[in-house]
């Protein structure tokens, strides 16, 4: 029977699971500490008035109107552990009332920016074709299936974002020795500089770089904001990796400059996901495609649970989370990514 002095929590993680998120003794920790109840995102407005006035944290994301807020008065933090932040809760009330809203994105940095370096390093080098050619008996041997190879070493990069996956991808290119530049508009020059890039325009990152992430959240003022105009500018056979949320792009006219040659590119991200068996892009040459794939280890699940147990010992020691980011009154508002639909 649970303890009824233990502080309780809501969880509502999906699409993730507490199984999927915590290890065997991280929930025995979890559940050896706190009161859990356990629900569906949509079913949190419709638990026991007790329930929500005694609730201390949520893990998930669930929709809370302010009427449900209301009702949660003993509320320190929500842990989105989806790692998207929509605009699903009143963020303004959460804020005025001390209420922090986290997420637990960070885990996804590191291996994110790793399936990036090598989908930069197959575009350079064209690791995949070649693979497939050699098992068809079709291969091309030394200079001859390199005519269009090239160094990521010494390269000019583009960056476009620097939140923590920008970040991670940066300390996996300084062993490259690349000539980076990086356009984000919601940092200040000396934080760029300080991580040893170069500010730039977008323009200066699309027109000058041999390869070009885009690590970027959508927000509302960058949906689509790269179209066929900014493929144009590109280098000819520049190489154009895709790594954050698909809403960043005109995906038919990436597609475009991709099957015109002008560029190669590479994505793990789509505009509906699962893709369709007939999409498009699943025929053009020179589109390396992932599925969606590039963060989802069970380390980096794993990894949240250990993020959670973590702040949520801090606050309940009166000090603020750490290891989780927090939301920001000024951006979340903005924030339009959302969780890919998989149904």
């Known amino acids: 029977m649970p303890n009824k002095a233990l502080p309780l929590v809501i969880s509502a993680p999906e699409p ?3 199984d999927l998120i915590f290890t065997p003794p991280q929930l025995a920790r979890l559940k050896a500490h706190y009161r859990v109840v356990e629900t569906t995102a949509e079913g949190v407005a419709n638990l026991p008035a007790d329930v929500l006035a005694e609730a201390r944290y949520i893990i998930g994301q669930p929709p809370i109107s302010p009427e449900t807020l209301d009702q949660m008065q003993a509320l320190r933090c929500v842990f989105n552990v989806e790692t998207n932040l929509i605009n699903n809760m009143p963020y303004e009330t959460l804020f005025a009332r001390g209420i922090h809203v986290v997420t637990t994105g960070l885990v996804f940095a590191e291996p994110v920016a790793e399936l990036g370096l090598a989908m930069a390093l197959n575009l350079a080098r064209n690791i995949v074709d070649a693979d497939l050619a050699f098992r068809k008996g079709e291969e091309l041997w030394g200079g001859d299936g390199n005519l269009t190879a090239r160094l990521l070493s010494g390269a000019d990069v583009g960056i476009i974002g620097f939140g923590d996956l920008g970040r991670a991808l940066n300390r996996l290119l300084s062993g490259f020795r690349t000539r980076t530049n990086v356009f984000d508009p919601w940092l ?3 934080i760029l500089i300080d991580n ?48 954050s949320r698909a809403g960043v792009v ?31 892009v699943r025929t053009i040459p020179g589109f390396l495609r992932s599925a969606h794939r590039a963060g989802a280890l069970d380390i980096a699940f794993k990894r949240m649970g250990d993020m959670v147990l973590e702040d949520m010992d801090l606050i309940d020691r009166g000090l603020p989370p750490l290891r989780s980011k927090r939301a920001e009154r000024e951006t979340v508002s903005r924030m339009r990514s959302k969780p890919a639909d998989r149904n």
């Open 188 to 190: 200040p020059p000396s």
């Open 250 to 280: 005109d995906f038919p006219a990436l597609m475009a400059a991709v099957k015109s040659g002008h560029i190669v590119a590479a994505s793990d991200v789509f505009p509906e996901e699962p893709l369709a068996q007939d999409h498009p």
């Open 16 to 18: 993730r699971t507490l």
């Open 196 to 243: 040893g890039v170069k500010p730039a325009s977008l323009d200066e990152v699309l027109t000058s770089s041999d390869f070009v992430f885009v690590v970027a959240s959508v927000t509302s003022e960058n949906q689509g904001f790269l179209g066929a105009e900014a493929f144009a500018s590109m280098r000819k056979g520049a190489a154009f990796i895709l790594l």
